[in-house]
């Protein structure tokens, strides 16, 4: 294959995965919540994502309008998460062993809501056919709707997280004992955080059922190392100082990943390779900082008297 | 006011390894007061402010502020009515927030927390205008992360968003031990301007013995668990670091050193 024939079949896909990234957007934005704000590291996405998706499926099924069905999908997301959090908390199981137990419960769950594996509801009506400005079914529309929301959640996290309650919440990532001392409950930030991102995770799903027209119980694998992978792009792109920047990563991450998948997939990489590729990458960003630490002892913590 | 009664907490219970962390602790502290507590390792101090703070649960007895039960209370909603500033720097400040946001965070100990927003110019020069008093420049540094702060000005930090709010009880553990000599009497001396000013109810765990001597108007002495001595009054005010070391057996190195 020459350079030509790679670019132009890139360029040609370059809208469609645009659209297909703003989804996947708030599924990076549910998996950077926990793990920067919150400093809850947490795989409940992977379970949240489909979640989200099988529910918006079937209530499109049953002939529910689209905005009701993202709406549930988001109340179900929030309470995975919730859920997630509170196993960490009560029975103190570790953050990651939590979200795993969680998303295979929601396996299980999500059959059950679907009944089946997959789903096709496509010809229902979508949020997408409300896309102001352009013809439905082409790419533009699910870019401007998707585009709009993603604008709409930035701007309204920002504000939030600014808030005294916001505030509050990305305390209790950075230091729970000290939030605690200051009168924060930990318990209601953290279980109110961890679902508020999985209703992000959930939002997405239902999203990328509306976008593709069919739910699948499999929706989810592996969506979180592509997160994750999205993120530390995103993080690297934009940087993470400023409550701004660290909430503008998942999208600026998601957007240019996706668009690295798309070219190497134009470029020929055969896809089953992918999974193994983003997982390199992954490791790779997270193991660059020890990397150039020199093989030193893990930071030394601050010699303090007994 | 503090007092506790009859507190007693057990670790390890039943085990070839039981402690006993506090063994019926009484104490009492009027308003007002600044109480110096002092005791060799393993004496209950710790022990002691974790069960006012309530990050321990006790076994029995109470703990009332103001005449409030809060035994049962837990750590969060106490927070409201007691301050603590921890030995350790890294313990009292969010490390990744802004200056300006941990000062926020003190601020809405007591209070409700509402979605309005959190830093606006009023509370900001406010923040200026009470960090200006330590004289580290802090004042000009509000939208730098804490942790590129050095460990003394974390501590100072932590003291003035400590005593902002007047809390009804400021608890010190240990709050100058991990910081050079010349850093710790600068923390010191504000600390001991900011109870004077505000007439705060205030109970320092020391290991340093002229400290003891130096500040406070009553010292406390623990050991196993229980308050051994307490002096107070005219006497305290006499007191001098040989006395007070005369009244209890040095059982480590560390009073002997620290002193």
């Not at chain 1, 905005?67 to 997301?77: D, E, N, R, S, W």
């Not at chain 1, 100082?241 to 240019?256: D, E, K, Y």
Request: hydrophobic content about 50%.
């Amino acid at each position: 294959m020459d350079i030509q024939t790679i670019f132009t079949s890139f360029v040609a896909l370059v809208p469609v995965t645009l659209a297909q990234s703003l989804i996947l957007a708030f599924v990076v934005l549910g998996i950077m919540i926990p793990f920067r704000t919150l400093n809850f590291p947490d795989l409940t996405s992977e379970g949240a994502f489909p979640l989200g998706g099988c529910v918006c499926g079937v209530l499109l099924a049953a002939g529910a309008s689209p905005l009701t069905a993202i709406a549930v999908a988001l109340v179900a997301g929030f309470l995975a998460g919730c859920c997630t959090a509170f196993i960490h908390l009560r029975f103190r199981i570790h953050t990651l062993l939590a979200g795993i137990l969680m998303m295979t419960m929601l396996y299980s769950i999500n059959l059950r809501i679907m009944g089946r594996s997959n789903l096709s509801v496509f010809g229902s009506p979508t949020v997408f056919d409300w896309a102001p400005f352009t013809q439905p079914g082409f790419p533009a529309s699910k870019i401007v709707v998707a585009g709009i929301i993603g604008i709409v959640v930035f701007i309204l996290l920002d504000l939030f997280f600014k808030t005294e309650k916001g505030t509050a919440i990305r305390a209790v990532g950075a230091n729970p004992d000290m939030a605690e001392a200051q009168g924060i409950n930990v318990w209601v930030a953290t279980i109110g955080g961890v679902g508020l991102a999985s209703a992000f995770s959930a939002t997405g799903g239902a999203l990328m059922v509306q976008s593709q027209g069919f739910a699948d119980v499999n929706m989810g694998l592996g969506i979180l190392i592509n997160g994750l992978a999205a993120l530390m792009i995103g993080e690297a792109i934009v940087g993470k100082q400023t409550v701004a920047r660290q909430l503008a990563a998942p999208f600026v991450g998601a957007i240019v990943y996706y668009q690295l998948v798309s070219f190497c997939l134009a470029a020929g990489m055969p896809p089953p390779d992918l999974k193994l590729a983003t997982g390199l990458f992954v490791l790779a960003m997270l193991a660059l900082p020890s990397l150039r630490r020199g093989r030193g002892p893990a930071p030394a913590r601050e010699a303090v008297r007994e | 006011m503090l007092e506790i009664r009859s507190a007693r907490k057990v670790f390890y219970k039943g085990r070839p390894d039981e402690k006993k962390a506090l063994d019926g602790l009484d104490l009492s502290l009027a308003t007002g007061e600044f109480g110096v507590v002092i005791g060799s390792n393993g004496a209950g101090k710790s022990s002691m402010l974790n069960a006012i703070s309530g990050a321990m649960v006790l076994d029995s007895g109470q703990v009332l502020i103001n005449g409030d039960d809060v035994t049962g209370m837990p750590v969060h909603r106490r927070a409201a009515r007691l301050a603590r500033v921890f030995q350790d720097p890294m313990k009292g400040t969010a490390a990744s927030m802004t200056v300006a946001e941990n000062m926020l965070l003190a601020d809405l100990r007591s209070r409700k927390r509402t979605l309005r927003l959190g830093l606006n110019a009023k509370r900001l020069a406010d923040y200026r205008e009470r960090l200006a008093l330590l004289g580290l420049g802090l004042e000009n540094r509000l939208d730098t992360r804490v942790e590129l702060l050095s460990g003394g000005q974390r501590q100072s930090l932590s003291l003035i968003m400590a005593v902002g709010g007047s809390p009804e009880l400021l608890l010190l553990d240990e709050h100058t031990a991990a910081l050079d000599p010349r850093t710790a009497d600068i923390v010191m001396q504000a600390t001991v301007r900011a109870v004077e000013a505000l007439k705060l109810t205030t109970l320092m765990v020391t290991h340093n013995m002229q400290h003891a001597v130096d500040y406070g108007h009553s010292v406390i002495m623990l050991d196993a668990g229980k308050v051994r001595l307490e002096i107070s009054g005219e006497e305290k005010k006499r007191i001098t670091v040989a006395d007070l070391i005369g009244h209890f057996s040095v059982k480590t190195d560390r009073m002997l050193l620290a002193s």
